[in-house]
């Protein structure tokens, strides 16, 4: 079954990204997304439910737009962060600079750890 592919929408003040992300889609996603966040004047909510990805270049495309939307005093929310993209946040130690990411109660344990190493 081939992966659907990657995608970003604005509907309101939710940004959606589904399908699959890997490092052959992540700069023509990341344009788009910055498109639409530069399209926007609200602070936006970023729905990952729909995306099928967990790889270290989503957290860098996420990254990238929070950089994007804080130049232009715009607040992202990331939600619908799957176990395994919060559990490489969390060993990344990005989790708590990506609002939404550090509510996500499993990884509790894994941000103790490292705090304590």
């Not at 926007?40 to 994007?68: F, G, I, N």
């Amino acid at each position: 079954m081939m992966p659907s592919q990657a995608a970003v929408t604005l509907d309101n003040d939710r940004l959606t990204v589904s399908g699959h992300i890997d490092p052959l889609t992540v700069v023509a996603l990341r344009k788009e997304g910055e498109r639409l966040i530069l399209d926007s004047k609200a602070d936006l909510t970023v729905d990952l439910a729909e995306m099928s990805t967990a790889h270290s270049v989503v957290l860098s495309l996420l990254l990238c737009w929070q950089r994007l939307a804080r130049g232009r005093s715009q607040a992202l929310h990331f939600t619908g962060v799957s176990e395994r993209l919060g559990s490489l946040a969390a060993l990344s130690g990005l989790d708590e600079q990506l609002p939404g990411f550090e509510s996500q109660a499993p990884l509790q344990a894994l941000r103790e750890n490292r705090h304590q190493s």
